[in-house]
């Protein structure tokens, strides 16, 4: 069974960036898209950004367009999410998910199989 494992989370401020990564374990890691959602206090799990098995397709939410890059390195086993920037309103808990059953990454948060714990990102102003 898949695991997942965040981190790189911390607090930064504005205009600043960070890479958060996440680390996988349990099954081949080449044959799960992967995606980043974050979620802010009393607000829903949202789509951040999301990478196809082989990595040579990203997408991205129009918030972070232009400012976050998704990448899959599958020889490490690991997916990161490099964030320039950086606005307050990035802040929020950054989650990885893995999916193994679609070629073309979802949006959907109900669409992912495996969650990873969670990492804290904190732009202050």
């Known amino acids: 069974q898949v695991q997942l494992v965040e981190s790189g989370g911390g607090l930064v401020q504005a205009g600043g960036s960070l890479r958060l990564s996440c680390e996988t374990s349990?099954?081949?890691?080449?044959?799960?898209?992967m995606g980043w959602f974050r979620q802010a206090p009393g607000r829903d799990r949202d789509f951040v950004a999301a990478?196809?098995?082989?990595?040579?397709?990203?997408y991205y939410a129009d918030s972070v367009k232009g400012r976050f890059t998704i990448s899959k390195d599958n020889a490490k086993n690991t997916v990161y999410l490099q964030m320039n920037s950086l606005k307050p309103e990035d802040t929020a808990v950054y989650y990885c998910?893995?999916?193994?059953?679609?070629?073309?990454?979802?949006?959907?948060?109900?669409?992912?199989?495996?969650w990873g714990q969670g990492t804290q990102v904190t732009v202050s102003s």
């Open positions: 990478i196809t098995r082989g990595g040579g397709a990203s």
């Open positions: 349990g099954r081949t890691f080449s044959e799960y898209c």
């Open positions: 998910a893995a999916d193994e059953h679609r070629l073309t990454p979802s949006i959907r948060s109900a669409d992912y199989d495996r």
